[in-house]
């Protein structure tokens, strides 16, 4: 008798304990909401303020690219390319990563709270997101590196004032571009981009493991990104590297690629738009847009 009763006492305790479970529990996802806001809010703030830095630190040199041919146009519609000073290296490099955050941190934004919110239920520290975002900002600012020889090549093709000359080498990379978007490398890419299942799995125990872990993945992600966007950040070079209107342009296109729904879908028919537009600049450099 007495152990059938305090076999029932058990039952109750029993139905409790859930209960007691979700009860400590509520306060702790309290806790991992408001720190996603928080990590939302300074990403986002830190993109605005290099918005605001890219249109308060951009020279005029640095808005016109081989492919738009500058805001001048000459007598017979073409556009008139203005000469390019040297830009060393220094500048060049902080201004590419100030361009980076302002473009690349509102599209990563979503993609990294999802990894510290799978991370969490493993016991992640509370700096992983920022650790992964410091990762991913990381390969991008290395990336500009590339960029600045790129950069360099063009420089004497905008000098030489045959504006018909730059716009056709604009189109280059415009077709370039175009063929990349049509890749299975391009897809590739794109599809381990916006999988956070993709980080998880392959760098979990590193995450949890110490701040380098965290940091690692980040960079590992951002190699990814890198893969998917770099055509997109070369036409942004022949358009026009510190020009509103193409930086607007291109992040809309990233942020499209890797946060919409039918994102994957978007890279071939604008691939093919590129390639377009791509061949009718060869046949008539002076449709080039003046868009800076």
């Known amino acids: 008798m007495l152990t059938h ?11 409790r304990a859930p209960a007691a479970e979700h009860a400590r529990d509520a306060p702790a996802g309290a806790r991992g909401r408001m720190r996603e806001g928080l990590f939302v809010l300074v990403l986002l703030v830190l993109s605005a303020l290099a918005w605001l830095a890219v249109h308060r630190l951009a020279m005029p040199d640095m808005r016109a690219g ?15 390319m203005p000469m390019e000073r040297s830009i060393g290296a220094g500048l060049f490099l902080g201004t590419w990563l100030v361009m980076m955050a302002a473009m690349m941190l509102p599209a990563v934004t979503p993609v990294i709270v999802r990894i510290d919110r799978l991370m969490r239920r493993r016991g ?5 997101a920022y650790l992964l975002a410091a990762g991913y900002l990381a390969v991008w600012a290395a990336a500009g590196v ?6 360099l090549l063009f420089q004497p093709v905008a000098a030489a004032g045959d504006t018909a000359v730059a716009v056709r080498a604009g189109a280059v990379v415009l077709l370039f571009a175009g063929a990349y978007q049509l890749s299975p490398l391009k897809r590739a890419c794109l599809r381990l981009c916006r999988s956070p299942l993709a980080i998880v799995v392959r760098h979990g125990e590193r995450i949890t493991a110490g701040p380098g872990g965290a940091l690692l ?3 590992h992600h951002g190699a990814f990104c890198l893969g998917c966007c770099w055509a ?5 070079l ?8 193409w930086m607007g342009v291109i992040a809309a296109v990233i942020l499209a690629e890797r946060v919409w729904r039918h994102g994957e879908l ?3 028919p604008l691939g093919a738009a590129m390639i377009v537009f791509g061949l009718v600049l060869l046949a008539a450099p002076g449709a080039a847009p003046s868009l800076t």
């Open 232 to 236: 997109l950040m070369a036409v942004l």
């Open 146 to 151: 590339a960029a600045y020889g790129l950069f």
């Open 66 to 80: 081989i492919l738009t041919g500058g805001a001048e146009r000459s007598g017979d519609g073409m556009a008139a």
């Open 266 to 268: 978007l890279s071939r």
């Open 5 to 15: 009763e305090r076999h029932l006492g058990h039952g109750p305790a029993r139905q």
């Open 124 to 128: 992640a520290r509370r700096t992983t």
């Open 217 to 219: 993945a980040g960079v």
């Open 238 to 245: 022949a358009a026009g590297m510190m020009s509103l209107v």
